[in-house]
């Protein structure tokens, strides 16, 4: 699976928009960009893929490069409960399961 | 219905004893994957079965071992336990063997040796 790289940490205001980047410039054709997130000490919860377009859903927005180089999650509103780390994922459709985390940004959002 | 359920979710053992964990996926999903989470490597992959067979397996020591029963539920075994086996251990679970899915995490098993 291609490396991801995100920043480490960012900051977000209550009710705006949060933009969470993600590097994959290694990422290959089979490869979808996946992204999950975890609130403290909880499991990770799934939050959206994509492979080549752009894809919504109820929770959020995934912008991915026309290169595929790159990508980045939108939440559309965030809320104090979306406080949590993010992980950016790049993960082959035949390898099986198996996700490979990297540090993930730490979101935080204030009031 | 009802989510990926683990058990136990809190556990303390003495270094050298070994430890059982449990998952029991989502009703209809054969596929379970585990994790270790450490403040210091972060979440890494431990091994994932399909239909009672292991597909993938991480870096990680012989000690580790896993297996799955008939009904999809899986149980992670950590034999001669070590100080730096202290971690949150979870598993996930999906309905396919690989490909365009999600996986869901269960709640974790918090494991303490002392």
């Known amino acids: 699976d291609a490396k991801t790289t995100q920043p480490p940490s960012m900051d977000c205001a209550e009710g705006r928009a949060a933009n969470l980047p993600c590097n994959h410039s290694?990422?290959?054709?089979?490869?979808?960009v996946y992204w999950y997130r975890q609130i403290h000490s909880q499991g990770p919860q799934y939050i959206i893929h994509g492979l080549k377009n752009n894809e919504t859903n109820e929770m959020a927005s995934l912008i991915i490069t026309e290169d595929r180089k790159s990508s980045t999650l939108i939440l559309p509103h965030a809320t104090l409960r979306d406080t949590a780390v993010y992980y950016c994922?790049?993960?082959?459709?035949?390898?099986?399961?198996?996700?490979?985390f990297g540090g993930g940004t730490r979101l935080m959002v204030k009031p | 219905k009802a989510g990926v359920t683990q058990t136990p979710r809190y556990l303390i053992k003495t270094r050298g004893q070994q430890v059982t964990l449990s998952c029991s996926p989502i009703?209809?999903?054969?596929?379970v994957s585990w994790y270790q989470q450490t403040p210091g490597q972060g979440l890494q992959f431990l091994f994932e079965?399909?239909?009672?067979?292991?597909?993938n397996k991480g870096n990680f020591p012989g000690r580790f071992s896993g297996r799955q029963f008939s009904n999809s539920r899986s149980e992670m075994n950590v034999s001669t336990l070590e100080l730096g086996d202290s971690a949150l251990y979870l598993c996930a679970s999906s309905s396919l063997a690989g490909g365009d899915n999600e996986q869901f995490f269960g709640p974790g098993t918090r494991l303490t040796v002392l």
């Open positions: 009703s209809g999903h054969r596929s």
């Open positions: 290694t990422i290959s054709g089979n490869e979808y």
């Open positions: 079965y399909f239909s009672e067979t292991q597909r």
């Open positions: 994922i790049a993960r082959t459709s035949y390898a099986g399961n198996m996700l490979t």
